[in-house]
């Protein structure tokens, strides 16, 4: 089977696509999803689907009502791992889709592998899915289903396959079944089994199930085709033996059906009318279809069957959507768990800072297509400051501070005077209110916004100098953001040379927002926070977790990727307000981007912040 996704990289795709700019009446982009089940819905595809109020057979369903759901999807993830955001793409897809058409999305774990699944994850699961605001129950049920519920029904399918003719018990080896599957040139050979009496079958497959051979020994297989063009016809395995604890049904079961068999039945047992996937399953659509065939035959399943859909899986630039590696990271401690914020789970999303809304709408113009490609990671980035820029609290803060004295504040302003200054919390929201601090003599600074020399086009603090050409520079004035006019005279060194305070003159009534403050014209504006109320607080600087826009292209190890500079912590100053701001508050501190208290910041004390994303894209060239 050909993976799309594992291939090399192919250029990186813009965030819409140009297939998905067509947009219906409702202004949304149009897709073939969306096509497929307008014209299901207009034809009566489903019309006459019966529900009985739960998953089950043929004779379950036919006892129940028309199904109240137009259509039926499912976002079906496998509890061994968090959710990351290629999950996103799918859960926003199928309940998107779902709510857009008066449907039902159900949530089921696909837990049919009882090697790695745990219970830690459905939990994580069930959370990231509400979180991202979506939710399963309807017409009074929670549509929360686990594949593992339906062990019967596939054993009693399989029995059903078996007397049918349908299905065979192999008893080769893996190897040999392997060798006589044949290639895309080569068509397979019979299994010598494959000749074998349905009565033999269901006696050889009871001894499957009643645990009579050792795991390995043989494969319950379909009996389809072995010289069939598509290789997933040629026979595939449907049940394997395999001794292991399963998270739900402990060890009921020795035998555990394969994903391809049991996926179509736990779509259909769940009335799911269209089931979409990721492209990798193309090749299985086939199967899926003959099977489901075969089980109305038997009359096992009501029809219409389900069908199968598949797109394009979301890659993103410097992230990793694999599970096995995410929980590699996790393992070997290169993060500090699933909910690292710097991870690409949901999980990690979350405590990063990002909002649902702002995945949702990078879900939402990522669009859905067959063509595969690449999102840049800076279209998430856009999407949240879309989302924050109208909402987020606005706050001054100080990354890197140094202190700035003015020598003449008691002159001008009063010994131990201070100065209220306020500001408003949003720009163009001013019923969100207004915010206050207040400027005295000292104060805290970015260090860049200091130079002793300006490089060019520098417009911030400088002392008088000579410059390179010989001319007598006078010290430069800026504005301290929403307070007055200041201007550079000096700085003062610590012993290894770097600058341990900088020195300025307030220039009288320039005042922000009194009368004349304009009347001296400054090329600079810098921010800034009063040392007799600015709070110290820690500040986690985030960055991308790789420094390779396609970690794992190629097979190459993605440990080798990761960039050393993903986190840096540093200790900020930050205005009065934000002092009892509570975990999960968001804000945008001006000049560097948005910030959230991190929610694992523990009760009184003084908040941790988590930097989301500057204001623009540093990585863009
Ligand atoms: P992994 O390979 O990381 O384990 P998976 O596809 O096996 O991922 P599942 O739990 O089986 O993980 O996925 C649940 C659903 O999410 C599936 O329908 C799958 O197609 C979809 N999905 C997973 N990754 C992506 C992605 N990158 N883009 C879109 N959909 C995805
Ligand atoms: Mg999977």
């Not at 590699?328 to 990063?352: C, F, I, K």
Request: hydrophobic share 40%; proline share 7%; net charge negative.
């Amino acid at each position: 089977m050909t993976s799309p996704s594992h291939g090399a990289p192919a250029a990186t795709a813009a965030a819409t696509p140009a297939a998905e700019t067509a947009t219906d009446a409702a202004g949304r982009p149009s897709n073939f999803l969306r096509q497929i089940i307008e014209h299901d819905l207009e034809r009566g595809s489903y019309a006459q689907r019966r529900w009985a109020g739960s998953p089950g057979d043929a004779a379950h369903q036919a006892a129940g009502g028309p199904d109240p759901a137009r259509v039926r999807l499912r976002f079906p993830p496998e509890p061994n791992g968090y959710l990351h955001i290629g999950h996103a793409k799918s859960i926003c897809l199928n309940f998107g889709l779902a709510q857009e058409y008066g449907g039902v999305c159900h949530l089921r774990f696909d837990d049919t592998n009882p090697e790695k699944e745990e219970q830690e994850y459905v939990d994580a699961i069930v959370d990231a899915v509400r979180w991202l605001g979506f939710d399963w129950r309807a017409h009074g049920t929670e549509h929360l289903y686990y594949a593992s519920h339906y062990f019967d029904f596939m054993y009693r399918a399989a029995e059903a396959l078996i007397e049918a003719g349908h299905a065979y018990v192999d008893e080769q080896t893996a190897e040999q079944m392997r060798a006589t599957r044949g290639d895309f040139n080569t068509p397979g050979t019979d299994s010598p089994f494959r000749s074998r009496t349905p009565a033999e079958n269901l006696e050889r497959f009871r001894a499957m199930r009643d645990g009579q051979l050792p795991d390995g020994a043989a494969v319950l297989r379909a009996r389809i085709d072995m010289a069939s063009p598509n290789i997933n016809l040629r026979d595939p395995s449907l049940y394997r033996i395999r001794r292991a604890t399963h998270h739900n049904t402990g060890d009921r079961w020795c035998i555990y059906p394969m994903y391809t068999f049991a996926h179509p039945i736990e779509d259909a047992l769940e009335n799911i009318t269209h089931s979409i996937c990721t492209l990798e399953f193309e090749d299985q659509r086939p199967f899926y279809d003959w099977l489901l065939e075969r089980l109305i035959e038997a009359g096992l399943l009501s029809a219409p069957p389900p069908r199968q859909y598949e797109f394009a899986r979301l890659n993103v630039t410097y992230v990793i959507t694999s599970k096995r590696k995410l929980r590699q990271l996790v393992d070997e401690g290169h993060v500090s768990g699933w909910d690292d914020p710097r991870m690409p789970t949901l999980a990690g999303l979350r405590r990063r800072g990002y909002t649902p809304e702002a995945i949702r709408l990078f879900c939402e113009r990522s669009g859905a297509s067959k063509a595969g490609g690449w999102i840049d990671y800076g279209s998430l980035e856009i999407a949240l400051r879309d989302d924050l820029d109208e909402k987020a609290a606005r706050a001054m803060a100080v990354l890197d501070p140094v202190k700035l004295v003015i020598t003449n504040w008691d002159e001008v302003m009063g010994a131990g005077a201070l100065d209220a200054c306020s500001a408003p919390v949003h720009p163009h929201h001013p019923d969100m209110g207004r915010r206050s601090f207040q400027l005295g003599r000292e104060l805290w600074i970015e260090r860049s916004d200091y130079a002793a020399v300006p490089p060019k086009g520098f417009f911030r603090l400088f002392p008088p100098h000579t410059a390179a050409d010989g001319t007598a520079r006078p010290g430069n004035k800026v504005r301290l953001k929403y307070g007055h006019v200041i201007e550079c005279t000096g700085a003062t060194l610590d012993a290894n040379g770097q600058v341990a305070e900088v020195q300025a003159l307030l220039v009288p009534d320039t005042k922000s927002g009194t009368p004349g403050a304009d009347a001296i014209k400054v090329k600079g504006v810098i921010t800034w926070v009063g040392a007799s109320d600015g709070v110290p607080v820690q500040v986690h600087l985030y960055d991308r977790l790789f420094a390779d826009p396609h970690p794992d292209a190629g097979g190459r190890d993605f440990l080798e990727a990761l960039n050393p500079e993903s986190l840096r912590t540093v200790r900020a100053l930050v205005e009065p307000a934000l002092a009892q701001a509570a975990p999960g508050s968001r804000f945008q501190f001006e000049r560097h981007g948005y910030f959230v208290v991190d929610t694992a910041t523990p009760a009184g004390a003084a908040p941790v912040f988590n930097r989301i994303t500057g204001l623009k894209d540093s990585w863009a060239r």
